[in-house]
């Protein structure tokens, strides 16, 4: 973008610059630290300058919206057109508690459903299971049997609305009951449209939500994607998760390089399987936290669609442009937040917010500031929900495409995260013999990704003890009592609906077709055939997510067993 004789010029002015106006201030009063560091640790430059993207090449690296390589975003207009999705993550107790709060968030303005399960949902189990005892209904909805996904979208036009559901190991269960719902109010699943979270790598890898090993986990989640493809168009079957990452301790990088590694193994399972790339890749969503150094979180989302861009392109041979955008979802940092002083967390996720919106995201939950303590209260939600609204309609964010795009920080930081997020991704290529996919794999039983972001997570609470990293309210500026906040308590009567429920569905289905949906589908997975046609069967039968899911258990065994937590 300079030419050599303007660069020589930059650096003497930058030289002179440093001799006559930055020594003799730094003489006089120095500056706050030695050192100045992003939450990864990733050093930064006191002053960028265009001798630090020398090498930027403007129609290779930044191009124009909605062209490659989408650096400066996936549309055109970007939030010119429309803002992005406003989905907030809603759910505990029962469907009829959690509707109440979807109906609350629509008439708030929200533009898009997200659906937090409870632990026993998440890991295959009915409420009756012995292992679900202390967990129904707290920390997201309980769902058993279609019975409860009809109740949860009461009043709710499938047609109409975009829903996420956050759960990964029963992901394929959940996925085939609201297929048949739609099914029987007369939607055509063509038009139904949102996200499955469904990335069972990430969970082997952070998370550690799991019910069988990774290998079929891995082909029970390209049955849904395939299914996805011909059955619902317009509805993304996986949303590859970096969030989790993050939340498990990650540097940014590590949250990209090993969501992008995750990404690339998924569709290279979708090819053995015989679909074709641009098929199949349009379907394919992500998954990033937003943390607090605004600046490496843009760069951050900017790199990531350069590099796959590229990626999907060159390994991959996808034509289309749809092949080839990244497009995510983004959360606030959950990590983040202190019980300390709860209210500074509406700054923190102001903040991350505003990275998100900078970065270029398609959908954004902010979360509540309470969620340190207890399940987001419904006047914590109205405010999470307020801050998107503020900074899409009153901040000016949203007005300019890639408003960042040029920065020489930023663009610097971009190249610095692509560099080294490619070299991972590369890295964990070469552990698969040239197979991402085998990779991942083999990083997962090695422990690879498990001692990469531990080590990472020391050196961060290390920062922190030492107060080299400040938290506000933690290990400053604190307070001896933080006023008290009205939290939102699940009522412990839920178990016991939640259970008359289940009964109630079980004395009134019928027990033989039950059961011949259950052999269909054991029928299927002894054949290696695509399971979700069966499960779809099942749940219209009102099988329950247990019942379902030991299916496969029978199959492949429990991974809870092999890595001894059962």
């Known amino acids: 973008m300079y030419d050599d004789e303007e660069l020589s010029e930059i650096r003497e002015a930058k030289a002179s610059w440093e001799a006559e106006t930055l020594d003799p201030s730094l003489d006089r009063r120095g500056e706050r630290t030695e050192r100045f560091a992003t939450v990864s640790n990733r050093e930064v430059d006191r ?3 265009p001798e630090d993207i020398a090498d930027l090449d403007y129609g290779e690296d930044l191009g124009f919206p909605g062209e490659e390589p989408y650096t400066r975003g996936v549309y055109p207009t970007m939030y010119r057109g429309r803002t992005w999705t406003m989905r907030q993550f809603a759910g505990f107790g029962t469907a009829e508690e959690t509707n109440e709060r979807f109906r609350y968030l629509i008439d708030e303005g929200q533009t898009g459903l997200s ?13 009756d299971d012995p292992m679900s005892l202390g967990e129904v209904g707290k920390e997201g909805v309980a769902v058993d049997t279609l019975r409860d996904v009809e109740v949860l979208f009461d009043g709710i036009d499938l047609a109409e609305v975009s829903t996420s559901f956050t759960i990964n190991p029963s992901a394929p269960v959940i996925y085939a009951m609201y297929v048949a719902l739609a099914d029987r109010r007369g939607v055509p699943r063509e038009e139904l449209r949102g996200t499955l979270q469904n990335d069972m790598l990430k969970e082997f890898i952070a998370q550690k939500e799991w019910v069988i090993p990774p290998e079929p986990s891995l082909d029970l989640v390209t049955d849904t994607i395939e299914f996805a493809v011909e059955e619902t168009p317009k509805f993304k079957p996986i949303s590859v998760s970096g969030y989790h990452i993050r939340e498990a301790g990650s540097t940014a990088v590590q949250e990209l390089a090993f969501t992008l590694a995750d990404g690339f193994a998924y569709v290279e399972a979708c090819l053995d399987r015989g679909l074709d790339v641009d098929a199949f890749a349009p379907q394919l969503s992500f998954f990033f ?3 607090n150094s605004i600046f490496e979180e843009a760069a951050k989302f900017r790199a990531a669609r350069r590099i796959y861009a590229r990626i999907m392109g060159e390994w991959y041979g996808a034509e289309a442009d749809a092949s080839k955008q990244l497009k995510f979802h983004t959360q606030t940092a959950g990590q983040s937040l202190t019980a300390q002083q709860p209210l500074n967390n509406v700054v923190r996720v ?9 970065g270029g995201t398609q959908s954004l939950h902010t979360n509540s500031f309470d969620e340190a303590l207890a399940l987001p209260s419904e006047r914590a939600v109205r405010v999470a929900l307020r801050t998107q609204q503020i900074i899409a ?14 920065s020489f920080a930023v663009e610097a930081l971009t190249d610095e995260v692509e560099a080294e997020a490619t070299a991972y991704v590369e890295e964990i290529r070469d552990m698969g013999d040239g197979s991402v996919r085998d990779g991942v794999l083999r990083g997962i039983e090695q422990g690879y990704f498990h001692r990469e972001i531990q080590e990472a997570s020391y050196e961060y609470q290390e920062r922190v003890d030492s107060g080299e990293e400040t938290v506000v309210g933690v290990n400053a ?3 001896e009592e933080d006023p008290e906040t009205d939290l939102l308590r699940v009522d412990e009567a839920t178990r016991e609906r939640q259970l008359d429920r289940l009964k109630s569905v079980k004395a009134e289905r019928e027990d033989d077709a039950v059961e011949a949906a259950l052999d269909d589908l054991r029928d299927a997975v002894d054949a290696g ?8 069967a099942a749940v219209k039968a009102y099988a329950t997510m247990g019942e379902i899911m030991a299916v496969f258990e029978d199959e492949h065994g429990t991974y809870r067993e092999r890595v001894g937590v059962a």
């Open 115 to 127: 659906t937090a399960f409870d632990m026993p949902s998440l890991m295959g189990l009915d409420s």
């Open 393 to 406: 309609e009153e901040s000016g964010a949203a007005d300019i495409v890639d408003p960042l795009g040029g």
């Open 289 to 291: 936290n937003a943390h």
């Open 47 to 49: 002053l960028y300058t």
């Open 529 to 536: 055939e695509n399971a979700m046609p069966a499960i779809v």
């Open 350 to 358: 102001t903040l991350q917010a505003l990275a998100g919106v900078l």
């Open 477 to 479: 500026y604190r307070v």
